[in-house]
């Protein structure tokens, strides 16, 4: 199974006033996550389906995915938010595995640095902060379809938009 | 400093009467590398150096990177063959790095499974056959301009050709 992890676009700067939860993209992080997607899309990316952080700017970047054709389902997942819990998605993940017909690609999108050490402890079965994902990039990691997920994947993509716009 | 691992292209089939040295790229192998090449090149990547295996598959890959732009010189580095050794190049690296100009951005063109095994071991400190790198793909690395550079360097890309043709 492919998995890729997706950081959100370009957000609005924090502000002492708001809350961070609602931060959206910005007019240029909407067009560069869209183009992105368009890339993605026309190399053939397809996900069986999109997880994605509950955070506003999370979920218009999955939003921006599912639109530019990338995928048909779009869900919330809770751990996917800023310092989350790389256990509760592994765990659903490896039973989706075996009770769902197969995917074959799923995407997941969130926040760095989990997402950069997430992908570390999958593959190298811890995290070490020394992935570096710029916003609207991916991380492509190919996992096994029976053993457990984390310290047995290995790495395949570590993209930012720049090479693709 | 960046650092660049490149794999060399689409080469020749293994063949019992010939030395594996010799294999040049297929012609595919060769227009392959050139699409990259210029790509690259176009997104404003440019090497102060650019090392080469001395196999004919990766120093044809060298030549195409010199003439798509990407660099002014190129040079030969034995380490760089097959089961090179990191340390004989690391060492050249460092010193280098103490005596000349300050170089922004250098290109080392080898094989796999070394140059997979070398960004890991340069990034988290020892190999463990985890990066994927397909032919004619990259690896960036950002590594300290003055510490060591094994165990000290971070990976901001992992790029196969399919994403950039």
Not at 134 to 147: N, V
């Amino acid at each position: 199974m492919e998995l890729y992890l997706i950081r959100h676009g370009i957000a609005a700067d924090r502000d002492a006033d708001a809350n961070d939860e609602e931060r959206p993209l910005t007019n240029k992080g909407h067009k560069k996550t869209t183009k992105v997607a368009k890339q993605l899309r026309d190399r053939g990316l397809r996900f069986d389906l999109i997880l994605t952080s509950p955070l506003v700017r999370a979920k218009e970047t999955a939003t921006i995915l599912k639109e530019a054709g990338l995928a048909s389902q779009v869900e919330e997942f809770a751990a996917l938010a800023p310092d989350g819990d790389i256990q509760a998605w592994v765990d659903w993940l490896e039973k989706r595995r075996q009770t769902s017909s197969g995917d074959k690609c799923l995407a997941l999108v969130g926040h760095q640095p989990d997402l950069g050490n997430w992908a570390e402890t999958l593959v190298w079965g811890k995290a070490q902060n020394k992935l570096l994902l710029k916003k609207a990039g991916a991380i492509g990691l190919k996992s096994p379809d029976t053993k457990p997920l984390i310290g047995q994947s290995e790495l395949f993509l570590l993209l930012s938009p720049k090479w693709l716009l």
